[in-house]
C-alpha cells in the first residue's frame, strides 16, 4: 500500500495542526496504522496507533492528552490531530502501515511508509 502524508506546516506554541494520510488502496481497512516522527538527530519514535476497525488506540505518553489519532476507511485516510503543541513537537511526521496491533509501538514492524510531513512549532 502506498500512503502519502500532508497536512504540517509551521505553528506556534499552543496552536493546533492536523495531519493527514491517504492510503492507495481500498484494503485500507485490513492495516493497523501509526504515526511516528523523527526530529533531526533523534531516533524515529513512536506516537500514535489506531486499530483496524478503529474502536483501539494508543499513544506515546509525550503525547496523550494532546494529540488524537482517527481513520475513516470510507477515504482510505489516517488523521492526527494535533492540540496544544510545543516546540518539542517539532519533527518530520510519518504515517505507516502494519499487519499486527501487537508491534503497534516498533517501527520496525511496519512494512509500510509514507513519505513524512514536517510540523514546525515556533515558541
Known amino acids: 500500500v502506498q500512503l502519502q502524508a500532508s497536512g504540517g506546516g509551521l505553528v506556534q506554541a499552543g496552536g493546533s495542526l492536523r495531519v493527514s494520510c491517504a492510503a492507495s488502496?481500498?484494503?485500507?481497512?485490513?492495516?493497523?496504522m501509526g504515526w511516528f516522527r523523527q526530529a533531526p538527530g533523534k531516533e524515529r519514535e513512536f506516537i500514535a496507533a489506531?486499530?483496524?476497525?478503529?474502536?483501539?488506540?494508543d499513544y506515546a505518553d509525550s503525547v496523550k492528552g494532546r494529540f488524537t489519532i482517527s481513520r475513516d476507511n470510507a477515504k482510505n485516510t489516517v488523521y492526527l490531530q494535533m492540540n496544544s503543541l510545543k516546540p518539542e513537537d517539532t519533527a518530520v511526521y510519518y504515517c505507516?502501515?502494519?499487519?499486527?496491533?501487537?508491534?503497534?509501538?516498533?517501527?520496525?514492524?511496519?512494512?509500510?511508509w509514507g513519505q513524512g510531513t514536517q510540523v514546525t512549532v515556533s515558541s
Open positions: 489506531i486499530s483496524r476497525g478503529g474502536a483501539r488506540t
Open positions: 488502496e481500498s484494503t485500507f481497512s485490513n492495516y493497523v
Open positions: 505507516a502501515a502494519t499487519q499486527a496491533y501487537s508491534g503497534r509501538a516498533n517501527p520496525l514492524e511496519y512494512a509500510y
